[in-house]
């Protein structure tokens, strides 16, 4: 069983920059990030699969997201930047022992563990 504990989440304005970390504490091989704001259904973010480093973005964060990680600390960072009120929600992050690629990447279904989520809001 691998937990995953996330944060990083907070309070910034329109064009701010936040983190978010996600420590998983087993091994994984893919990892990402979902969102769901309020009265939305559950959407994805981003995903990095641990060997290649292959990435994927949704495309409304393309360019404004990006990774890092800490493979000693097993740890994941999530770097947003030029944040909109549209990305206020609360974010969750999500690992598999299996590496997911191409489209399987984007779907919440194949991953099998979750953390609790951290509300990221962005004011206008």
Known sequence: QVQLVESGGGLVQAGGSLRLSCAASGR????????????????????????????????????????????????LYLQMSSLKPGDTAVYYCAATTRTLTGSS????????????????????
Do not use: C, H
Not at 45 to 71: L, P
Not at 107 to 124: A, F, P, R
């Open 28 to 75: 994984t091989f893919t990892m990402g990030w979902f969102r769901q704001a309020p009265g939305k259904e559950r959407e994805f973010v981003a995903a990095i699969t641990w060997i290649g480093g292959i990435t994927y973005y949704t495309d409304s964060v393309k360019g404004r997201f990006t990774f890092s990680r800490d493979n000693v600390k097993n740890t």
């Open 105 to 124: 990447a984007y779907m919440g279904s194949l991953y099998d563990y979750w953390g609790q989520g951290t509300q990221v809001t962005v004011s206008s």
